[in-house]
């Protein structure tokens, strides 16, 4: 990317100041991933250390500006390629439930780590989406070796495990590929349960949530658009969904999997959390027959809801401060609540009443929820057993076969999708030099009157014979602009109108010496340098 070391420290300074311009860069390209606190005499103190602040701050400044003009010397070497666009995550493929929950994000957290994300020097765009079996970030980056390295490291630096550590379970993914995992998360072929519904609700709501914040930028917002789009037609024309199991269903499977067959339907069911997840637990427990299942909620409003909504099923509900005593009278007990810490720890389950012998003498707890709500301590208790979003393994692998069919067909809709996103996403490189050609021929227009309006005489001109003048400059060069801005038009539908544009592009770019790529780079390194300044 960059031909020697002297412009590698130029464009450090101007991304990371002093401290960053004194590290050069190694000879890989991969990734490089490291984890990066009342008298007179006192209050001359303070003046003192405000002094030294001042000047710390003037001296910062005064770096950060002289950085950026170092790197206008050097951008043209710094970077060649355009932003990419960058997802970093781990998901239940990758990384076990202990780690997923240090990094889980809640949702109403999202739009403060967006803004942490795009904080960093070289994040423009980003977007979190976090669930029970994944937590992957979005990021539309200007430089891709140093944009990853600063999104792990805050993703070390917010989950507390050593980058080295992360690097073992990180999966990155880059432009096309980074895009076609988004559609295929969406599109549920990259969760567990195969063809699950739940994901592109999730994706949805990563939308809702960056229009609320105004926190995703143009490019992750139309992507996770497009990706929703995407799911909607693979469910729709692939019918991957028929016969798919959810989590939640996945879960009641294995529960009723564990207990005996003749007293499965006879076991006593507790509910803890009546948010979507316990919503469709209910939802899967009356789908098996179950007939009366004890609910413990925060409010009574949620599942009073639920109960309007299933009829054909007893519930009844307990508030939170008698979780424990609920737990008492349950054989199995599903949690799937947002809590940051374990509702349930070892002493709590030894504290509990044996089971029947008839239903094997075993309490289950079977946990949805991520962070986990049941501690794993619990299963060196011997008389119950927990288990976690990632025991549902054997449950999925029952109606695979089928749904992998599907999903092969879910790649050609996929593959129509991805071309439309990246046409679109080339279809913005004509903007910038629209504009410049168009600055261009203004400058031309306003020099060129200037000099015939000085040849005239201000004194023989009265204002209808200046405006007449001044119409006929912009009217031709509105004339001779028409058909090269025509030809820098396009929607990116059709993809052999846009490689004509991007080469008419290319063209006008070397004909008027517009060097628009690296006016674009300056802009976006000027704009992150007046950032940290302010």
Known sequence: MMASTASATAAAAAFGGA??????????????????????????????????????????????????????????????????????????????????????????????????LTNLNHIEEAAVLSTCNRMEIYVVALSWNRGIR??????????????????????????????????EVSAGLDSLVLGEGQILAQVKQVVRSGQNSGGLGKNIDRMFKDAITAGKRVRCETNISAGAVSVSSAAVELALMKLPKTESLSARMLLIGAGKMGKLVIKHLIAKGCKKVVVVNRSVERVDGIREEMKDIEIVYRPLSEMYQAATEADVVFTSTASETPLFTKEHAEALPPISDTLGGVRLFVDISVPRNVSACVSEVGSARVYN??????????????????????????????????????????????????????????????????????????????????????GIVNKLLHGPLQHLRCDGSDSRTLDETLENMHALNRMFSLDTEKAIIEQKIKAKVEKTQN
């Open 19 to 116: 401290a960053a311009a004194a590290k050069p860069r190694g000879s890989s390209s991969a990734p490089c991933l490291r984890v990066a606190a009342g008298g007179r005499r006192r209050s001359r103190v303070v003046r003192c250390d405000a002094g030294v602040d001042a000047q710390v701050q003037a001296v910062a400044k005064a770096a950060s500006i002289a950085a950026l003009e170092q790197f206008k010397i050097s951008a043209d070497r710094y970077m060649k390629e355009r932003s990419s666009i960058a997802v970093i995550g781990l998901s239940v493929h990758t990384a076990p439930v202990e780690m997923r929950e240090k990094l889980a994000v809640a949702e109403e957290l999202w739009p403060r780590a967006i803004q942490e």
């Open 389 to 474: 979003v990632d025991d549902l393994k054997e449950v999925v692998e029952a109606n695979k076969e089928d749904r992998l069919r599907k999903a092969m067909e879910a790649q050609t809709i996929i593959t129509q999708e991805l071309k439309r996103f990246e046409a679109w996403r080339d279809s913005l490189e004509t903007v910038p030099t629209i504009k410049k050609l168009r600055s261009y021929a203004d400058r031309i227009r306003a020099s060129e009157l200037e000099k015939c309006l000085q040849k005239i005489g201000e004194a023989n001109l009265n204002k209808k014979m200046r405006r007449a003048i001044e119409e006929l400059s912009t």
């Open 150 to 183: 600063e999104v792990v490291d805050w993703m070390s630096k917010k989950s507390g495990i050593p980058a080295s550590e992360l690097r073992e379970h990180l999966f990155m993914l880059r432009d096309s590929d980074a895009t076609r995992h988004l559609f």
